[in-house]
């Protein structure tokens, strides 16, 4: 029997890697975006992180006639009101560089007390038509006084984890990958996929 077909909606090709290393002995063949010809992309305008990835996952699978998987993250900031929140990625406005949208944070921040923030992530797995299977991952920390550390990208520079006495951006993608929003939406996609080609095989009626 063909293997299930299961594409991730990004052209990131990290992502692309990340995803088929944590899915890596399932029965499923990953597709990327660039197995396909362009579509047209969807808008994230979406009021939460949910529906972002909701959005994506939902739109591709529709546009290619497989399942799709898309994810969508960002930084919650407690004394900000949880900004950048969905705007995480032009905080400091469209197109803005990682470096842009942390000065604009630290500068935010500025005297506030509470730096309490967490990343946020959320994983969608949509079929072309219908309901959509939902995954999340948080990382609880703060935003450090000033950037350090070379490493990651976004904010990882200004997200300090206290358990580990480092930012993201000082830690290998070893130990980011343990503790990591990401990691842990994914690592609980892993605890169930099971389920969820079960799922994928009723829905889809095959
Ligand atoms: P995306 O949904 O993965 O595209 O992430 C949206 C934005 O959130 C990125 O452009 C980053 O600014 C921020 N972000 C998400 N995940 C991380 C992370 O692991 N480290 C630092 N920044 C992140």
Redesign the pocket.
């Known amino acids: 029997m063909p293997k299930r077909v299961l594409v991730v909606a990004t052209r990131n090709r990290g992502k692309i890697e990340e995803i088929r290393s944590f899915l890596s002995g399932f029965d499923v063949e990953i597709r990327s975006m660039d197995d396909f010809g362009p579509i047209p992309q969807p808008v994230e305008d979406g009021g939460s992180f949910e529906e972002n990835a909701y959005k994506k996952a939902s739109h591709t699978a529709k546009m290619l006639g497989f399942p799709a998987l898309a994810?969508?993250?960002?930084?919650v900031v407690e004394s900000l009101g949880g900004e950048p929140g969905v705007y995480?990625?032009r905080y400091a406005g469209a197109g803005a560089t990682?470096e842009a949208?942390n000065r604009k944070l630290l500068s935010a921040m500025e005297g506030m007390a509470n730096r309490k923030a967490a990343?946020k992530?959320v994983i969608s797995i949509a079929v072309p038509l219908g309901p959509a299977l939902t995954y999340e991952g948080s990382c609880e920390g703060e935003i450090a006084p000033g950037p350090r550390g070379e490493n990651?990208?976004?904010?990882?520079p200004v997200?300090y984890y206290p358990p580990l006495e480092k930012t993201?951006a000082e830690m290998t993608a070893e130990e980011k990958n343990a503790v990591?929003?990401?990691g842990r939406a994914m690592k609980e996609l892993r605890s169930e996929f099971d389920k969820v080609l079960v799922w994928l095989k009723q829905r889809l009626g095959d």
């Open positions: 994810d969508d993250s960002g930084l995480s990625a990682d949208n990343f992530c990651g990208f976004g904010y990882d997200f993201f990591s929003h990401r």
